[in-house]
């Protein structure tokens, strides 16, 4: 449920970009900007905090990020100008930065013999989130208006700060290493987990940052667009839990490939797509790999490195996510502005289709020598 609570925060913005374009007057490259500034701020805060929870404060990070999450909500409800929704992605970019690394070590060190599960079922809360955070925003702000969902989401919030207090402790290995990154960067098999899905994570910020504009242009209300990516996300809660101890027994690599690749002519898809209930059917496609993709990164990331590094690796994985999906969501505004959506979303499935190639290129003498990332691992 914590992690639902971060994911909630991340997923009600999502629904209502159409409505700050239309309400506020932003533009779709000032609204790109106001997204990309999240990511990159969860990408410094993955990068520099998630080590921390490593070294024994994976508790104490849970609960800053929850503190963070509350700060955030309250000042998108107050804000009116581009900045201060600006600073507010920000601070919720670093409360996602040291919250959710520190809960998937917790889930990861718990039961490394049944991690692929338990990971996919967090994948399930994690994404249950997203998916509740556009609908819950889109059906508020259409019945109280654009504020409300906001302060909504910060009273939600806020009423689980009990248990973040009551959490146990950890039990895994904690780890004096300084130089975490460059620890991980050297692991090839961290190395192909990460390349596996830059595609998807390309995928991710081109959604977060025009997905609710194309909609909105299409002549959906806000209510749909929450639909939709509660629609996408939804075989999720009830995949995830098998797609994670799938991954874990016959290889997270050979699951994310398969997955980003079935994804490929979806998004390719959507450039052409005029039709809602077109556009709804191939979101139900695409939504099925997801299920399988989101569980195998972090269950790959998780096997490639050790419990003393479990935080780190999934900061880094969250991290790249971050820096990625920032990158695209500056661009993907002006270039939908200026090109239309065809070349967004082609371009898109280009680039998943070049880095699942590299990625199983690179995955060669990972192979060779059985690694558990490509054959899988029981324990």
């Known amino acids: 449920m914590l992690t639902s609570m971060a994911t909630i925060s991340m997923g009600g913005i999502f629904a209502l970009l159409g409505e700050l374009r239309d309400e506020l007057g932003f533009t779709e490259t000032e609204l790109g900007l106001m997204v990309a500034a999240g990511f990159f701020a969860g990408f410094v805060a993955q990068v520099g905090l998630a080590r921390f929870s490593d070294r024994g404060h994976s508790n104490t990070m849970i609960r800053l990020g929850l503190a963070l999450l509350v700060a955030s909500q309250l000042v998108m409800g107050f804000a009116s100008s581009l900045w201060a929704f600006i600073a507010a992605r920000v601070v919720l970019g670093v ?44 059906l508020v702000a259409h019945f109280f208006g654009l504020r409300a969902p906001f302060f909504v989401l910060a009273v939600a919030i806020a009423a689980f700060a009990p248990l ?16 975490v990154v460059r620890v991980l960067l050297r692991i090839r098999a961290v190395q192909v987990v990460l390349l596996a899905v830059v595609g998807w994570f390309v995928m ?21 667009t929450g639909v939709s990516a509660g629609i996408i996300t939804l075989p999720m809660l009830f995949l995830a839990a098998f797609s994670g101890r799938f991954a874990q027994r016959v290889g997270p690599l050979k699951v994310s490939l398969v997955g980003v690749l079935w994804i490929a002519p979806c998004v390719a898809a959507y450039g052409y797509i005029n039709s809602l209930s077109v556009i709804v059917v191939v979101a139900v496609i695409h939504g099925l790999s997801d299920a399988f993709v989101f569980p195998a990164n972090q269950v790959g990331i998780a096997l490639a490195a050790g419990d003393d590094l479990a935080a780190s690796a999934q900061g880094l994985m969250g991290a790249t996510l971050q820096l990625v999906g920032g990158m695209v969501a500056l661009v993907a505004g002006g270039v939908y502005e200026q090109w239309g959506r065809e070349v967004v979303f082609l371009a898109n499935a280009g680039i998943i289709v070049v880095f699942a190639g590299i990625a199983a290129w690179m995955a060669r003498p990972l192979a060779a020598e059985k690694h558990s990332v490509v054959v899988g691992a029981q324990a």
């Open 204 to 224: 991710i910020g081109t959604f977060e940052s025009i997905w609710a504009v194309l909609l909105a242009d299409l002549g959906a209300e806000v209510w749909f």
């Open 164 to 179: 973040a207090v009551r959490l146990p402790p950890d039990p895994g290995v904690t780890t004096t290493e300084r130089q």
């Open 95 to 138: 409360a996602t930065g040291v919250f959710l690394p520190a809960i998937r070590r917790l889930v990861i060190v718990s039961d490394r013999k049944n991690m692929g599960a338990n990971v996919g079922m967090l994948s399930a809360f994690d994404v249950g989130g997203f998916v509740a955070g556009p609908v819950v925003a889109g």
